[in-house]
């Protein structure tokens, strides 16, 4: 999901309420979160999330935006930076979406017990395996 900053959309409620949660987890233990969020200078600016729990955000590091860097906080995990243009990024996060294993999703345990019919159903139900991504507005 990617957020719109003049949308009326609820996802801009939710941009907001991600950087007072996660200005909130910074002034708790800064030792852990080492960006500040917007509105401090230089703060993280929350631009999206996926459904996998990970959300993304520029990093207003240089005064030219088309320099600035993808910060990803992965389910609260430490942060990654992505060293690369916006574009760049998506790029890659799409590729990642679409090249996974036939199987991705499910338990390794699980597949001794299903029949090939079983995962093509999981599989064409989009519960496993590679996923189609859309960037369709809702």
């Known amino acids: 999901m990617v957020f719109h900053p003049r949308g009326s959309s609820p996802l801009l409620d939710r941009m ?4 007072e949660s996660f200005g909130r987890s910074w002034r708790r233990d800064p030792d852990r979160y080492p960006f500040r969020f917007h ?3 230089g703060g993280l600016i929350s ?3 996926d459904h996998s729990g990970n ?3 520029f990093w207003p590091c240089d005064p030219d935006p088309d320099r600035w860097k993808i910060v990803t906080n992965i389910n ?3 942060p ?5 243009r916006f574009t760049d990024f998506v790029l890659a996060f799409v590729s990642r979406l679409r090249d996974v294993p036939p199987h991705h999703g499910i338990d390794p345990d699980l597949l001794e ?3 090939p019919e079983e995962l093509d159903e999981l599989a064409a139900s989009g519960e496993i395996g590679p996923v189609s991504p859309s960037f369709e507005p809702f």
Do not use: K, Q
Not at 16 to 19: A, G, K, T
Not at 80 to 84: A, K, L, T
């Open 16 to 19: 907001r309420e991600i950087h």
């Open 39 to 41: 509105p401090a200078p």
């Open 47 to 49: 631009w999206g999330y």
């Open 55 to 57: 959300e993304h955000f």
């Open 76 to 78: 609260g995990a430490d």
């Open 80 to 84: 990654e930076v992505f060293d690369g």
């Open 113 to 115: 017990y299903l029949e």
